[in-house]
């Protein structure tokens, strides 16, 4: 993200705080942020949310789930003071609604394919085998989930590759996850529990469901999964992924401050190199990231 973005995103934010301070002391421990946010964030985020309850005393309290639904229940009421989502459209309709300030790109994802580990996958024959009648391939739900957008535009890029690629990948495709009702985080005191149990992706290439799953390149986990192999699609097919987050309005001074406050945090080097371990990529270089 070029500076002048940045220093925009600083200004966006002290628009949406009107005479209200900043400082940490304002109720550590007390009310906390209510954050809803893209799954795929789920490991990352709550790394960063445990550092940042360490060093402030405040407490957070996340719902993750497929950006769409995430965004729905946020018009029809459910409680959230920042939106974080894997898209820049569903924070920006709730921009337009006048919900919430105008969002701003915070961090990237690109698009992998992923199989079982004993299935090998090479970059340059990737088509090839996603168009094998063979293969079946699974994707996140679009429009719910812009995992499953990101599929489809995928899909759409393979035309301009190959004629016909296109319907034949649509047709193929399974929409197996994204489509869930959004979860609570564990404990919001305690933002860096782990999940249990495998990925729903990895469960369903594991058991034979899929041979191929077209996602995210950022994982859960910062360790790669030995269990199965990722590549990224090739450039012809890449689609970037630009996460997006709104300051939601009609919140009191103190939990409009609190929320902005995390927001700035996410776009600060520790953040971005937390994001990165988890592969996903940072929207500057962290050595050229500027001081706020």
Known sequence: MPVSSIRRFVILSLLVLP????SAEEAPGGTPIHIHAAGSLSGALRAIAARYQQETGETIAMVFGPSGLLREGIEKGNEADLFLSADRQHPQRLA????????VVFIRNSLCATARADHPLIKAQLLD???????????????AD???DYAMALFAKAETVRRGAEQILREKARALVGGA???PAP???NANVPQSGPAPTKKFLLDGTVDLFI???SRRE??????VVSVPVPEALAVRADYALALLRDKSPERQAAAARFALYLMTPSAQAIFADYNFVPVVALSEFPPL
């Open 181 to 183: 009702p959004p979860e």
């Open 129 to 143: 085998y996603m168009l094998d009648p063979a293969t079946k391939i699974g994707t996140s739900t679009p429009k």
């Open 187 to 189: 404990a919001q005191t």
């Open 19 to 22: 005479l209200a301070p900043c």
């Open 215 to 217: 996602g995210y390149c």
């Open 222 to 227: 910062t360790r790669p999964d030995p269990e």
């Open 96 to 103: 337009t609604e006048g919900k919430a300030a105008p969002p």
């Open 146 to 148: 812009p995992g499953g």
